[in-house]
């Protein structure tokens, strides 16, 4: 039903800044809360970002006070703005939707229902 796309990922100098985003279509309303998690190589995936419809967000204790978690509902678009980037957030970062959850959005990954295909994020240092 949904189909989603991240891209703005890329390679950047540690201390620096990306701007992520996750465009969602095959839906016409924005009644759903969406996320962003990450996976680097040989470790699990985990929770990065998310936020409810009417922006009720929570952060990972690792990215607190430098990711920011927006949505533009009248674009279906979603947003994961960071900052002060650090090597250790290398990874590929996935937006998700969770259809079944409006308002309070969870950080289990397996509460979500639709994943986009993953973008790269690469910090040097």
């Known amino acids: 039903q949904l189909q989603l796309v991240d891209s703005g990922g890329g390679l950047v100098q540690a201390g620096g800044s990306l701007r992520l985003s996750c465009a969602i279509s095959?839906?016409?309303?924005?009644?759903?809360?969406m996320a962003w998690f990450r996976q680097a190589p040989g470790s699990e995936r985990k929770f990065v970002a998310a936020i409810g419809m009417h922006s009720q967000t929570y952060y990972a204790q690792s990215v607190a006070g430098r990711f920011t978690i927006s949505r533009d509902n009248a674009k279906n678009m979603g947003y994961l703005q960071m900052n002060s980037l650090k090597p250790e957030d290398s990874a590929v970062y996935y937006c998700a939707v969770d259809a079944g959850r409006i308002y309070d959005p969870r950080t289990e990954d397996e509460e979500y229902d639709y994943w986009g295909q993953g973008t790269q994020v690469t910090v040097s240092s």
């Open positions: 095959g839906r016409t309303d924005t009644r759903y809360a």
